[in-house]
């Protein structure tokens, strides 16, 4: 079982709205830059943006235009979901790279997402443009069924999404796209067509207590392998939440094959993650959905024991 340790809590310089929290609550994706770390959270319109290290509050950097409402159900209708947080080394037109915030899909208002390009230093620069997910994500919903992409990451030549099988009709899978295309698409301003994807696999993860094991992030390594994160959540489907019976941690291999997969120690819902190899060893950084408003999210470490880096 993988033991996490807390670094810091998810605070902010000021609320996203006016009269409320002033933390990051619903955090869903997760990468490291540089000096900082960069979060988005799944009822939010802006990138939370954090120091590497120490405490200091965090800043927000708007993606969309608009507000949401303060009300969590009316809030929760209107969301764009984003869950999930990749880096793109390689992107023409951003020579320091972005970052492609990505939606879940799991309803006609969750279908776009942003690119952020990134200075030198690894923050955020220049002008966010919005991303249509939409044909994609129609042509996965005829493969998959209910759609809820949670995890992102450029691994080599592919971009591989991994889909969050929530409920009984949901399906856990890796789902690979062209890389060079969806790069392509990206600079010239295009929307994602169904032509990127290359393979889609399904994978059953186990269960935590009676509860599936679905996939919620994705981190890659160099070598072509990815990271994970899943969470076992008693829901009915990709829209309610529901009660977390815990969460773990795997690796894929290059193939997209599941190779490692392994608990941790609180009953926490794992949903960003971002992995390095630091003197011979695995480093990841994750950081869990508090589900509650009123809680800030945790920003946890630990390093993968057993796995070769």
């Avoid at 994609?136 to 990451?153: D, F, H, K, W």
């Avoid at 060079?180 to 889609?200: I, M, S, W």
Wanted: proline share 7%; with cysteine.
């Amino acid at each position: 079982m993988l033991r996490l340790t807390q670094r810091r809590t998810l605070t902010l310089q000021a609320p996203e709205i006016p009269g409320g929290e002033p933390h990051v609550s619903a955090a869903s994706g997760l990468v490291r830059t540089g000096n900082q770390v960069h979060v988005v959270a799944d009822d939010s319109l802006h990138l939370a943006t954090f120091p590497l290290e120490g405490n200091a509050p965090g800043t927000l950097l708007r993606l969309f235009p608009g507000e949401l409402p303060p009300d969590a159900k009316a809030r929760k209708a209107l969301k764009p979901d984003l869950e999930a947080l990749c880096l793109l080394r390689d992107l023409p037109g951003a020579p320091h790279g972005a970052l492609l915030a990505v939606p879940s899909g799991s309803t006609a208002v969750r279908m776009k997402g942003a690119l952020v390009p990134l200075a030198e230093d690894g923050r955020p620069t220049g002008q966010v443009r919005e991303v249509d997910f939409t044909s994609l994500y129609a042509q996965l919903t005829r493969e998959l069924g209910p759609l809820n992409v949670e995890g992102a990451a450029l691994a080599g030549a592919r971009l591989r999404l991994l889909n969050r099988g929530n409920g009984d009709v949901g399906a856990d899978a890796v789902v690979d796209l062209d890389g060079g295309r969806v790069l392509r698409a990206l600079k010239a301003g295009e929307a994602l067509q169904p032509d990127v994807v290359r393979t889609v696999r399904r994978w059953d993860l186990g269960k935590a207590g009676n509860v599936r094991l679905s996939f919620t992030d994705a981190a890659p390594l160099p070598d072509g392998r990815i990271v994970f994160t899943a969470t076992a959540e008693d829901t009915r489907d990709s829209y309610s939440d529901g009660a977390v019976m815990g969460s773990a941690v795997g690796v894929l291999a290059p193939d997209g094959t599941p190779m490692f997969l392994d608990g941790v120690d609180q009953k926490v819902k794992l949903e960003g993650v971002d992995a390095r190899v630091e003197r011979g060893r695995i480093h990841l950084l994750l950081v869990a959905d508090a589900d509650d408003p009123a809680v800030a999210a945790p920003l946890f470490e630990t390093v993968l024991e057993g796995v070769p880096a």
